[in-house]
């Protein structure tokens, strides 16, 4: 089954900075969604993206699509130690399949 | 708080147990997810129920059976589970439209249930 491929598995970075973390899918997409996760809890929605915008905001976060590329990606401005957790794509094929996602830890 | 309720939030079993996870939505959605989490792995769409039909089952051993007696409860039963099941299970709910084709929408997930299967 079709599903985003998250990039890279794990990031490191200081509070204050920026995170990005990038997606890959394979077919054509109506729509991509961002979730989070905080260790062994359920998952969060943050933003859906559909296939017709580029770019879009949602407080701190920015996710643009670049379908020509397959590609998406999550900014995370002025990062928080609170931010630390898994940060997963989604992709849809009669219902949403998930990457392995990105692991990432702010550190004060 | 979801919306979406998983009892129990976590469960050690034998392999030859019986046991049920439940999952209940409050959002009024009508559709419900199983999914399982195993480490390194990505999350892995078990069943799909859309007005309580079950429209999906991901090649799922038997040995896992879903239940969806109304659209706002989910349970996944289990019997003679294997140590690699051990996982966690996670029941999600969204608001779908009918027809083939129509898109999931926005996901809401439980909190999941931990299983360990010894």
């Known amino acids: 089954s079709q599903q985003g491929e998250e990039d890279p598995q794990a990031l490191s970075i200081q509070e204050g900075e920026n995170a990005t973390m990038n997606c890959s899918y394979k077919t054509s997409i109506n729509n991509l969604q961002w979730y989070r996760q905080n260790s062994g809890r359920g998952l969060v929605h943050l933003i859906l993206i559909r296939s017709n915008e580029r770019e879009k905001h949602s407080g701190r976060l920015r996710v643009t699509l670049d379908t020509s590329k397959k590609s998406s990606s999550l900014l995370i401005t002025a990062s928080r130690a609170a931010d630390t957790a898994s940060y997963f794509c989604a992709t849809e094929e009669y219902a949403l399949n998930f990457g392995k996602g990105t692991s990432l830890l702010v550190t004060p | 708080e979801t919306g979406v309720t998983q009892t129990p939030r976590h469960l050690v079993m034998g392999m030859t147990n019986k046991k049920s996870l439940k999952c209940e939505q409050h959002l009024g959605h009508n559709a419900m997810y199983w999914y399982k989490q195993s480490a390194k792995k990505p999350l892995e769409l078990m069943f799909v129920?859309?007005?309580?039909?079950?429209?999906e089952n991901n090649s799922v051993p038997s040995r896992f059976s879903p239940e969806c007696p109304n659209s706002s409860h989910l349970f996944l039963h289990l019997h003679t589970l294997q140590p690699e099941d051990s996982a966690l299970y996670l029941c999600?709910?969204?608001?779908?439209?009918?027809?083939?084709?129509?898109?999931?929408?926005?996901?809401?997930f439980g909190e999941g249930s931990r299983l360990t299967v010894l």
């Open positions: 999600a709910s969204s608001r779908r439209a009918q027809g083939q084709g129509a898109n999931t929408g926005e996901l809401f």
């Open positions: 129920y859309n007005f309580k039909e079950q429209t």
